[in-house]
């Protein structure tokens, strides 16, 4: 199996901040990477796919980048709505998997 | 606009079987996968299988190879996840997810999550 590593864990921020999650992948997965939200008590949310492309509707101050094993999703002037847990999630080979998640809190 | 609707929270004892469905709309059921990811209290998200509704081809993380049931009933455009003996580290939340174009791919939209509860 591919395994995903996030990192932070999580992390404190305050509005305005800009912040950068890191996955790491244990082969390299080229760009087949996808990120999603989830907040407390609902179902994820895609925001970025294959790495670097924003799903539509999804707010342009998310960013993702990289390739091959490492990637990152970047938010940049947090809002106050952004405060969830991020899951990276490959898409190169089955069984497909999710990183361990990063938890945004507020500061 | 795509939704699925998931089936509601059940409770069973261990032992017993149970089928949650997944059912699609705004879009033809059979041309996309569906996928079906578990988190357990919490903790993270994780994939326990796919399907693809024109032709039922599915494929099972190994970790759940066994455990469930993936299943279509195509004149109900309705997927499903079954269990034929549940077990208490079967509570969890379940949700179903559209692949976009083919089973190696990213989900949306995803489902609103099904609560299972498995108690004695």
């Known amino acids: 199996d591919t395994q995903m590593t996030q990192s932070p864990s999580s992390l404190s921020a305050s509005v305005g901040d800009r912040v950068a999650i890191t996955c790491r992948a244990s082969q390299n997965i080229r760009k087949f990477l996808n990120w999603y939200q989830q907040k407390p008590g609902k179902a994820p949310n895609l925001l970025i796919y294959e790495a670097s492309t924003l799903q539509s509707g999804v707010p342009s101050r998310f960013s993702g980048r990289g390739s091959g094993t490492d990637f990152t999703l970047t938010i940049d002037s947090l809002q106050p709505e952004d405060f969830a847990t991020y899951y990276c999630q490959q898409s190169y080979n089955t069984p497909l998997t999710f990183g361990q998640g990063t938890k945004v809190e507020i500061k | 606009e795509v939704y699925l609707v998931q089936s509601g929270a059940e409770v069973r004892k261990p032992g017993e079987s149970l089928n949650i469905s997944c059912k699609p709309s705004g879009y033809t059921f059979t041309s996309y996968w569906i996928a079906w990811v578990r988190q357990m209290p919490g903790k993270g998200l994780e994939w326990m299988g796919i399907?693809?509704?024109?032709?039922?081809?599915?494929r099972y993380s190994p970790s759940f190879q066994g455990q469930v049931t993936i299943s279509v009933d195509k004149s109900i455009s309705t997927a499903y996840l079954q269990w034929s003996s549940l077990k208490a580290s079967d509570t969890a939340m379940y949700y179903c997810a559209r692949s976009r174009d083919g089973y190696l791919n990213w989900f949306d939209p995803w489902g609103q999550g099904t609560l299972v509860t498995v108690s004695s």
């Open positions: 399907i693809y509704p024109g032709d039922s081809d599915t």
